[in-house]
């Protein structure tokens, strides 16, 4: 009686599942955090944003000092491969990448806590120069390594950080802030690492399929030549930087953004999250989408659409954020700066606009981590 109980809880099981593909990332914390509600009276902001903001009281520095914290975890196989990374540059990545969340909130990382899932492949210098890279990341943004966990993995290396930082109540930007007429602003350039990627793989296959690689006669890479002229793709997919100097210029020109987010996912992805927590919609311009040389000959030169790369290929961690339209003059001195469209009404949707006036409804196409 108890097998056929058992067994038919199993079937009923399966046939109410659901598959995680089919809901996204997002989708997902969506669906675990719905129902959780803080009973700590220092929460301030749970799931949903970049960050969490706790308030813990006054300190010295900030009249309503509030505490941010992020993390991110990454999985070899899946946001990695180390036949091309570098245990050092995935460090700093895996480091920086973080602080960007911090600093999508308007504020300033100041701790980190990392841990490890290492398996037995790994020696210990390996996991030095991992650490070496993590480091350097932490000295150059002024941020405290102060603890973290380390264990053994079956499935390779997992890293997984947390990093808090501070932010004065006044200063924080949320995801839900934009307005009707706000300008939407991006810095730096977007599809840049998405093509640093594209490139990497493809060298990898062309070593798997022709079985090249050192050259024992010279101790040269043979397919070292691949890479000239593109290290700047490389190192915005390999090595990317938090912009923490567009926050300090925006604030030397008396500007703060209505909201925020980092572009880890997509353009398109972070655009429609901003409109649907804020309740609006957009439209953006093809021909204002910053976009780099070098990214775009290379699209050319694999049959890929550059626009579709800019939108949708994630990983450029610059900052996309809406401001008021009164601020627009204060805008236009800030170097590596862009405007790229404004914030409509809700019913308009979210809209790309392109070079010949077409209008095509934007989609969110980035990273899902849980597709296939």
């Not at 593109?230 to 990317?240: F, G, I, N």
């Amino acid at each position: 009686m108890q097998k056929k109980v058992y067994l038919c809880t199993l079937i009923c099981f399966y046939m109410s599942r659901t598959e995680i593909s089919t809901m996204g990332e997002f989708g997902l914390i969506k669906r675990l955090t719905k129902d959780i509600k803080p009973v700590q009276p220092s929460t301030q902001k749970a799931a949903g944003d970049d960050c969490a903001v706790m308030n813990f009281g006054k300190t010295k520095n900030l009249k309503s000092p509030r505490v941010l914290m992020t993390t991110d975890m990454l999985l070899e196989g899946v946001h990695f491969n180390l036949e091309y990374v570098p245990l050092k540059h995935l460090g700093y990545k895996a480091a920086v990448v973080n602080f960007s969340d911090i600093y999508a909130m308007n504020g300033t990382p100041t701790q980190i806590t990392v841990g490890l899932g290492i398996s037995k492949r790994f020696s210990v210098e390996e996991i030095e120069e991992l650490y070496s890279g993590i480091r350097l990341a932490c000295e150059r943004y002024g941020v405290d390594l102060v603890g973290g966990d380390t264990c053994a993995s079956m499935t390779g290396l997992t890293i997984s950080i947390t990093c808090l930082g501070v932010a004065d109540e006044k200063d924080i930007v949320y995801r839900n802030g934009a307005k009707l007429n706000d300008l939407i602003c991006v810095s730096g350039n977007l599809g840049t690492a998405y093509m640093g990627l594209q490139l990497l793989e493809r060298e990898l296959m062309v070593q798997r399929s022709t079985n090249y690689g050192n050259n024992p006669s010279t101790g040269e890479t043979e397919g070292t030549s691949a890479f000239e002229g593109k290290e700047y793709l490389l190192e915005r997919q390999l090595k990317p930087e938090a912009r923490r100097d567009i926050l300090e210029a925006l604030r030397k020109a008396g500007v703060k953004p209505t909201a925020m987010m980092d572009i880890s996912d997509g353009l398109s992805s972070e655009l429609m999250h901003i409109c649907s927590q804020s309740n609006v919609g957009c439209c953006i311009y093809e021909d204002k989408l910053p976009i780099d040389y070098q990214a775009a000959a290379l699209a050319e030169e694999m049959n890929l659409n550059i626009v579709t790369c800019a939108l949708n290929g994630g990983e450029d961690y610059e900052l996309l954020f809406t401001c008021s339209l009164d601020d627009y003059e204060k805008l236009i001195p800030v170097e590596d700066l862009y405007i790229i469209g404004h914030i409509t009404k809700p019913e308009y949707g979210c809209n790309l606009i392109g070079r010949n006036g077409e209008e095509l409804a934007l989609k969110a196409q980035g990273w899902n981590a849980f597709e296939n």
